[in-house]
């Protein structure tokens, strides 16, 4: 990696719900002590399957695990308000939480995931910063992340859905998302899995063939 970086994003956090090891937090542990990065930036708040809403978000814990590795408090950002992966973008670019810088201001970033959630997250970089000078590149880590028949079938429906948008800007998907997108509606968690994993379904389904 050549030259300096304003930031490491990553556009989900881990946490011990899933792979103890934190393997993409650990390489942006290496990656930040090599002197190159200005800033690690998390976002992610809490899984739509989720069966239960745990005490602390993805993003949270996650920083939690880089104040135990020392990186400085004042060089790390989170954003909790996602509930996925294009949110992971949208939020801190059009609803950035106070104090926090806005990720379309970062000139220089790279974004850091795991193989089986990378095919995704380019996409999804792609409609975000399309319109913005941006310089994104990608790191990628071994593993797997949430890439199952569901979350094969919910990529090309949701980006067909994107697509279709009179201007796919950053501000009109992330629109999109709460008014469009089942996890964001009202008593999300309200429900039973089975019930949110019908409806997500459902819905995925209605974009793909509309």
Request: with cysteine; charged share 25%.
């Amino acid at each position: 990696m050549n030259g300096n970086y304003d930031a490491i994003l990553l556009p989900t956090g881990e946490t011990s719900f899933g792979d103890r090891t934190f393997p993409v937090s650990q390489e942006a542990v290496a990656l930040f002590n090599t002197g190159k990065f200005g800033c690690i930036f998390v976002t992610g708040g809490y899984n739509g399957f989720s069966r239960v809403i745990p005490e602390e978000s993805e993003a949270e814990e996650t920083v939690e695990y880089f104040l135990g590795k020392n990186i400085p408090k004042e060089r790390l950002y989170s954003d909790s308000q996602s509930l996925e992966t294009i949110g992971n973008f949208t939020f801190p670019a059009i609803q950035p939480i106070d104090g926090n810088p806005n990720i379309s201001d970062f000139k220089k970033m790279l974004v850091l995931g795991k193989e089986g959630h990378m095919w995704r997250i380019r996409d999804y970089s792609d409609l975000i910063f399309a319109r913005k000078a941006n310089d994104v590149y990608f790191h990628t880590v071994s593993g797997r992340h949430n890439d199952g028949l569901l979350a094969r079938l919910y990529h090309p429906a949701i980006m067909r859905a994107l697509r279709k948008l009179k201007d796919p800007c950053a501000e009109n998907i992330h629109r999109f998302l709460l008014e469009k997108h089942p996890f964001y509606s009202e008593r999300w968690y309200d429900k039973s899995l089975l019930r949110r994993k019908l409806e997500m379904s459902l819905t995925g389904l209605g974009w793909l063939i509309s």
